[in-house]
């Protein structure tokens, strides 16, 4: 949670604060008694070493002198008094005033700490031994003042009742210094908090909270603790704040602000090691620390057996840490060490476990700060809400942001309101910015390269492109590049459950690196390092302003748009440019040059019919140019060396791929909707580094090459290619898990040789998951008649709608088989008959025949929906299905399942809804987790007998029973449903889906 500075006035404060003591001691004393000997140890104890506010009045003072009114303002403005009651303590009116006044001021004695120096409790008590003489000489001389007298006995006897110290019970006075400045310790500062601060600090209890827990006070070991975050995010006001509420409880405490300019300036870090050595070497030893060896010295000598509290502010560089707190046994038991910094891999490199990160503000919070900033109250004034809105929309929770804006726009109307907005919306403040490019001045320049990349042209995009992006511009590995700016608060993750991490950072952020560009040169984007905003890319192309200093341009439009620029003379001036993006921008002409610099080029719609020849892109990594009037691609064969990646999908003028004979790490090519592509150069059966080749919808391709040799093959689309009848053969030996499909292909026949590969497959159907082994998958319209007879590593089989007559395998690793919407009937020589569901005519019926139960052990998904099964079909040795987990049997037409598949022991999703015939349903598995589904089953009229199941071990159950008529007609149903859930799971929360929509 993000902190802000802001100190609320009594006004902001929804509950009174505690009393604000001027003086955390005050001292009353007979300076004949104590002054030079005792009072100047004590004195020094607490005011020196322990950094408690004292007040001690050393005058001499004439006899018959009244107490002044400084010295009694002096008892008012005191937390508490220590009265150090000596031999001839009540010889001195003075000093018998003082102890009237604070008796009278500090109603709470446990405020009141007297010390019997060299006196009886009782003498005093009873005004005996010299106090007797004292009060004797007393009557005389204030005969006429008798009240005064014996107003001054009732304060002794009153302060001698008072719990104190008493000096005989001690072997020395140091000892008794040290009883006595324990005492005070706990009386001033009696409990280890960091809640109740007077100040009202925005966002400040979760983050307090958090600390205490880091901190930990009862223990005591030694221990560091890291807060960090982004620049002006609050960091060093959270220290400071915890500095205040706990430094009372260390023996010795320091807050050293700005490690990072205070070492930066001095190029040591002398002055910091002198600045926490100061309280303990004072200033006639000071002067030893001369470098910063003998600080480390120092520092280790004296500090070990001390608890101390220190704080780091704003550490940047890890030698900071090495001499200024080293290791852990460089301080006492109970010590506390925090370390304030925008860089977290600091912290991870020493060793740093404990850390607290700050976050911005949300919504609220950043209006209440920039309220008590803008307005002096915690809500916007009448008729500024929405203009506060704007504000909050660029100030993005950043609470210095929020103060620094709040504090420009106090007291001005709207119109200089919408002025001040109009300008931040544009170009933000500079006292923000300074603050947060404080990080981007650390950097390394390639990581600098990496954050200006990210912040113009990748915020919001997966983490693995990126990476994949930028290194392909760079040649280099830039993950760690973007970890170390993680670790910098320059850039954040965001999680998420369906897609990769995406990289995020603040808008003010994003802004800083915007401005960093611009001033490369402010009035001419012509000589920018990344061209990102279509104003500024115009403005080059149309004035053939760029220069060698572009490297970076990326242009997308939301959509396609025809624009009159002249990209000729442009590139020729861009010798050093490395990554152009063009998306839905449509040139009237293509461009005659390209720098053969470039190592990505993506441009949909790209005009020409083909690359310029005078492209010679060496180092060109990835190639796309999908929706382009390209009729080919290159002429002959052309070198590409380290092209990986090629997409011209959706090209509907492309006639013939190129020659790849000298694209030796193709990786991926993507002809996808090439509509017009006939040919398929030869070259392609030797791309050996080939993962991923898409053919699909390329509806006039005929013929393949007869064999290919594409050992790191994973993906092979021909789905909708109608004129395909052969598949080529797979020589050599794949490495990989390989997919193929074939959906609308005229292919009639697997290839022999696919029974040699290793794998046939990439991912799964469910959970999206990579599987060893293989998958083959033919829906819908796809021909293949027949598969090869042993497949043994098959996992996964997929033959939805398929026009397969027969299938005879041998799959002993079967995990995933999926007959949906093909038609069975009974046959007892084999599991299924299966007929066509399409529309074509099929009049033999199709068979599908398993060589044996046992080859299906390891099934763990089997889809047979809306496949036709009618009553018996579904055989007993289904229970031999053990490691079944989901069985899929809806829009199917028997009445009954069988029996046995109560044994199906890991068994957690059973879908048998829509089977509208199905009249009872037989006892259920035993698992740790089901789900049942019978929606839709409108003659269903019996469930299981919950006393038949064999165990009770279900922790989490569901039951769907939508459109369940019958159920509902008959009470004894109803009552079973509810029996059902309690047997299989009596100490869960089974739910239920309602009976009828």
Same mark, same amino acid.
């Given at each position: ?269 002398? /002055? ?51 001499? &200024? ?41 950043? *209006? ?5 900033? /803008? ?9 500024? &809400? ?7 929309? @660029? ?135 990344? *061209? ?47 990554? &152009? ?29 083909? *690359? ?247 099934? /763990? ?53 829509? @089977? ?47 459109? @369940? ?33």
């Amino acid at each position: 949670m993000a902190l802000s500075t802001q100190r609320a006035s009594a006004s902001l404060s929804a509950e009174s604060a505690p009393p604000q003591w001027k003086h955390d001691v005050f001292q009353s004393f007979r300076g004949a008694d104590t002054r030079r000997g005792f009072m100047s140890h004590l004195d020094h104890e607490l005011r020196y070493r322990q950094t408690i506010k004292t007040f001690k009045d050393d005058r001499d003072l004439e006899i018959g002198a009244t107490i002044s009114p400084e010295l009694l303002t002096a008892i008012e403005e005191s937390h508490l008094a220590i009265i150090v009651l000596s031999p001839n303590y009540a010889s001195s009116p003075w000093c018998l005033d003082e102890l009237s006044k604070i008796l009278e001021c500090m109603e709470d004695t446990n405020r009141i700490l007297p010390i019997f120096y060299d006196v009886d409790p009782s003498d005093v008590r009873y005004q005996k031994g010299g106090f007797a003489e004292a009060f004797t000489k007393h009557e005389e001389r204030f005969s006429e003042e008798a009240e005064k007298v014996k107003r001054w006995r009732a304060a002794l006897r009153k302060v001698a009742n008072i719990s104190g110290l008493d000096s005989k019970n001690y072997k020395s006075e140091a000892e008794l210094i040290k009883n006595i400045v324990k005492c005070v310790w706990t009386k001033v500062h009696p409990t280890f908090m960091l809640s109740g601060s007077p100040e009202n600090l925005v966002g400040i209890d979760f983050a307090l909270e958090q600390l205490r827990l880091q901190l930990a006070p009862e223990e005591n070991d030694v221990r560091f603790i890291g807060i960090w975050g982004m620049g002006g995010v609050g960091k060093t006001t959270l220290a400071k704040l915890v500095f205040e509420k706990i430094s009372h409880h260390f023996e010795l405490s320091s807050f050293l602000f700005d490690v990072r300019e205070v070492s930066a300036k001095h190029g040591t870090l002398v /002055a910091l090691q002198k600045q926490l050595l100061f309280p303990i070497l004072k200033e006639e030893n000071i002067i030893r620390v001369w470098d910063e060896e003998s600080g480390i010295f120092f520092t280790k000598t004296y500090l070990w057996n001390k608890k101390v509290l220190l704080i780091l502010d704003d550490v940047d560089k890890l030698n900071q840490l090495e001499k &200024l707190v080293g290791e852990k046994t460089w301080f006492g038991v109970g010590s506390r060490i925090i370390i304030t910094t925008r860089n977290e891999r600091l912290l991870v490199q020493h060793d740093i476990a404990r850390r607290h990160k700050v976050k911005v503000l949300n919504n609220g919070q950043a *209006l209440k700060l920039f309220s008590q900033h /803008a307005f002096k109250k915690n809500q916007p004034a009448e008729g500024f &809400l929405e203009l506060s809105q704007r504000v909050l929309h @660029c100030a993005k929770g950043l609470p210095l942001a929020l103060k620094t804006l709040g504090t420009l726009l106090y007291t001005r109307d709207q119109d200089a309101w919408n002025s001040v907005l109009h300008n931040v919306e544009k170009i933000p403040n500079p006292t923000v910015l300074d603050s947060l490019k404080v990080s981007y001045d650390g950097l390394e320049e390639m990581e600098k390269k990496i954050f200006l990349h990210v912040a113009c042209f990748h915020k919001g995009k997966d983490k693995e492109k990126i990476i994949e992006i930028l290194d392909s511009i760079w040649d280099i590995s830039s993950l760690i590049g973007i970890d170390i700016l993680i670790e910098k608060s320059l850039l954040t993750i965001k999680k998420n459950n369906l897609r990769s991490d995406t990289v995020e950072m603040h808008d003010l952020i994003q802004e800083m690196a915007w401005e960093i560009i611009r001033q490369e040169s402010v009035d001419e984007p012509g000589k920018w390092s990344c *061209l990102w905003h279509p104003n500024n890319i115009s403005a080059v192309f149309m004035n053939n302003t760029g220069t060698s200093a572009i490297e970076a341009i990326v242009l997308g439009l939301p959509k396609s748009e025809v624009v009159h620029w002249n990209c000729n003379k442009a590139f020729s001036k861009m010798p050093k440019l490395r990554l &152009l993006e063009f998306d839905n921008v449509i040139f009237s002409s293509g461009p005659k040059v390209l720098p053969n610099s470039l190592r990505i080029i993506r441009w949909s719609w790209y005009f020409s019919k083909s *690359l310029t020849p005078k492209f010679h892109p060496r180092f060109l990594v990835k190639l796309e140019m999908p929706y382009s009037k390209l009729v080919r691609l290159w002429d002959g064969a052309k070198d590409f060396p380290k092209l990986k990646y090629i997409d011209l999908s959706y090209s509907h003028k492309l006639a013939s791929t190129p020659d790849f004979t000298r694209v030796p790490v193709l990786e991926e090519l993507n002809l996808k909707s090439c509509t017009n592509l006939i040919e398929v150069h030869g070259s392609i059966a030797v791309l050996k580094r080939l993962k991923r080749l898409d053919l699909s919808d390329c509806k006039n391709i005929e013929s393949l090459p007869s064999e290919v040799e594409m050992d790191s093959l994973e993906y092979f689309s021909l789905r909708g290619c109608s004129k395909v009848k052969k598949l080529p053969e797979f020589e050599g030996h794949m490495k990989s898990s390989f997919k193929l499909i074939l959906n609308g292909t005229a292919v009639e026949q697997i290839p022999s040789s696919i029974e040699g590969l290793v794998g046939l497959a990439v991912e799964g159907i469910y959970n999206r998951r990579s599987l060893s082994g293989q998958i083959v998958y033919m829906q819908r319209s796809s021909k293949v008649v027949k598969l090869p007879g042993e497949m043994e590593c098959l996992e996964e089989l997929e033959l939805s709608e398929s026009a397969m007559r027969e299938l005879l395998l041998v799959m002993i690793s079967n995990k995933y088989l999926s007959l949906h919407r093909s038609s069975t009937s009974r046959d007892h020589s084999a599991w299924f008959r299966i007929r066509k569901s399409h529309p074509d005519p099929a009049p033999d019926p199709l068979g599908l025949v398993l060589s044996s139960r046992n080859d299906l052990f390891s099934l /763990a998904s089997l889809d047979l929906s809306d496949c036709n099964i009618g009553e018996g079909v579904i055989p007993d040795c289904i229970s031999c299905c053990l490691c079944l987990v989901r069985l899929i049997l809806r829009g199917n037409n028997f009445f009954s399942l069988p029996a046995n598949i109560r044994f199906l022991s890991k068994l957690r999703y059973l879908d048998l809804s829509l @089977c509208r015939r199905l009249q009872q349903l037989p006892d259920l598995p035993s698992s740790e987790s089901l789900l049942v589904n019978v929606d839709d089953c409108t003659s269903l009229r019996r469930l299981s007998d919950p006393s038949n199941l064999r165990g009770a071990n279900v922790y989490d159950f569901d039951f769907s029973c939508h459109n @369940c008529f019958r159920l509902v007609e008959e009470e004894s149903s109803i009552n079973r449903i509810f029996a059902m859930m309690m047997r299989l799971a009596p100490n869960s929360c089974p739910k239920v889906v309602s009976l009828v929509d």
